[in-house]
């Protein structure tokens, strides 16, 4: 029986071991989801993430190790104690929930998330070796065993927490020195213009639309994607930006009070564009007057004889215009008032046709971009190409070689299926803009798959159900991601009169894609509207 007992703990230890670590690497990725911040990443531990942490499991340990295995040490080689390791493997050996086959966005080993694991590992093993030797002398070898292992498994996102903070001081000393190397190489190319965007939406639309319109006459870099972080900032500029550039195109976000500022602490912008000013990341910021007063900094930071394009459309935007030094450049879709102005805009599945009217010039442009929310970028963009001396002659053959940017309403086929893909984040304004995208297609049924948006504070629940209503005039069938989460959409819905029939809830994106494989037909369109990091799965 010894032997048996023995081959037993050792498949405990590998099964155990093995899930101990799948858990943890879950938690890291939950982590570096939240951008490493130990906040967010707490804030998602006693939130959306409360439920992976005391488990059933954990439950039926406790009850094995202390109301079973402790009196079975007694007789360390008989059938109970087998019994016992034997239900063990059963209730606490699998891994399976935490496989991460299924991630929209793996997991990147990366040298920051190398250090924050290996710190993690080491914690882990002071936890084991603590527990361990604290039961040992009470309950014997076997008990002492197990109870580290079940420790270990159930603090495992603590230990991630708590890696976190014991990193900080390093991580901040590393991104400094990112920073000032970033400084230095700005410094040293002193005849590069610094181009800095910033809005609550479509910043990234701008930037490419501004990197087309002055890359048919200058050399251009813009920052890839949505790097809009310090570190994402400083990585283009360290390794990509050459000496041959003459412009710098940036993305600057914000998800917090201060964060522009620390972005034009590494590169001052000569010119400043500003979208719009709306609730997007409320819940972080805290309120609309911290969101106006964060993206106010990109102007408070612009060099002295810089130029400030603006969306002379948005209120907040023109708030902050009025208090820019430098020259003001205003763009308008709404008001003949503005230094440029589109008009005579049409838009439809094949994209957007408007007249341009800026000084004397007067211009006819067409675009493949969907959505009457794209002439407004395409406008900031021609804003920045004037402030350069570029007619509207020139930038129309750039407005025509626009391509849409990846999952910003993003048009594509499927076979017989036409795909909108708008999956990359979602706002009530862009969500809208979305919608009435699909709601101009007639070839088949219109299907909307969305878990709706978050980060919108106090405010969200509300939006999320005037979406919802505003969805019913748009679509013909509504399928919704996470039940609690999607549930005032759906309030939304049927208070607009929309068939309950119609209104399908999934529990993943997943599931939503497996569920629509059997009932979409030839000439339907599916609009994704916003796909959620891992992080908000429900749990």
Excluded at 315 to 335: D, L
Excluded at 516 to 539: C, T
């Amino acid at each position: 029986m010894t032997a048996v007992i023995q081959i037993l703990v050792l498949l405990v230890l590998v099964a155990s071991g093995y899930r101990i670590w799948r858990r943890l690497r879950y938690f890291l990725h939950v982590f570096q989801l939240e951008g490493y911040k130990t906040s967010e990443f707490f804030s998602w531990l006693t939130g959306l993430g409360k439920g992976t942490f005391l488990l059933k499991e954990h439950v039926a340990g406790l009850v094995l190790v202390f109301g079973f295995f402790a009196p079975a040490m007694i007789t360390a080689g008989s059938w109970p104690a087998a019994v016992a390791l034997v239900i063990w493997l059963i209730v606490l050996g699998s891994a399976r929930k935490y496989r991460s086959g299924d991630a929209k966005k793996p997991l990147a080993f990366t040298p920051r998330m190398r250090r924050l694991t290996g710190t993690v590992v080491v914690l882990s093993m002071i936890v084991l070796v603590g527990m361990g030797a604290v039961v040992v002398t009470g309950f014997g070898w076997l008990a002492a065993l197990l109870s580290a292992l079940l420790l270990v498994d159930l603090v495992s996102p603590y230990l991630v927490l708590v890696g976190g903070y014991v990193t900080r001081p390093v991580e901040t000393h590393i991104q400094k020195g990112f920073k000032r190397s970033a400084r230095r190489k700005l410094a040293a190319h002193y005849d590069l213009t610094v181009i800095g965007i910033t809005g609550s939406y479509g910043k990234t639309s701008v930037k490419f639309a501004i990197a087309e319109i002055l890359g048919r006459r200058f050399s251009v870099i813009a920052t890839p994607d949505s790097y809009n972080t310090p570190m994402g900032i400083s990585k283009v500029i360290n390794n990509d930006l050459l000496a041959s550039h003459q412009f710098l195109v940036l993305e600057m976000g914000a998800r917090y009070p201060g964060d522009i500022k620390e972005l034009c602490e590494i590169a001052r912008p000569d010119v400043a564009v500003l979208t719009t000013v709306g609730v997007a990341h409320l819940e972080t910021m805290g309120s609309s007057e911290a969101i106006l007063q964060t993206k106010a900094e990109l102007v408070e930071y612009m060099k002295e004889d810089g130029a400030l394009v603006a969306n002379f459309d948005d209120e907040g935007v023109m708030r902050i215009a009025r208090s820019a030094r430098g020259r003001v450049i205003t763009t308008s879709v709404r008001s003949s008032r503005a230094d440029i102005v589109a008009g005579d805009i049409s838009y439809g599945i094949e994209g957007c046709r408007f007249v341009v009217t800026m000084g004397g010039e007067r211009e006819e442009m067409r675009s493949t971009l969907l959505g009457a929310h794209n002439v407004v970028n395409i406008l900031l963009g021609l804003g920045v190409g004037s402030v350069f001396g570029l007619h509207l002659r020139q930038m129309k053959h750039a407005v025509a070689r626009l391509r849409p940017v990846p999952h910003r309403l993003q048009l594509r086929q499927e076979g017989p299926i036409t795909v909108i893909d708008d999956a990359f984040n979602s706002n009530p304004v862009g969500a809208r803009n979305a919608l009435d995208v699909l709601g101009r297609f007639r070839t088949g049924n219109r299907v909307i798959v969305t878990p709706g948006m978050v980060e919108l504070g106090s405010n969200q629940d509300d939006e999320n159900r005037e979406l919802g209503r505003f969805m019913a005039e748009h679509v013909d069938l509504a399928v919704l991601v996470g039940p609690r989460r999607t549930k005032p959409i759906r309030e939304g819905l049927l208070s607009a009169g929309f068939e309950e029939d119609s209104i399908l809830v999934c529990r993943s994106l997943f599931e939503a894609r497996d569920l629509l494989r059997n009932r979409l037909s030839p000439g339907d369109v599916v609009l994704y509207e916003n796909d959620l990091p891992d992080q908000y799965d429900e749990q």
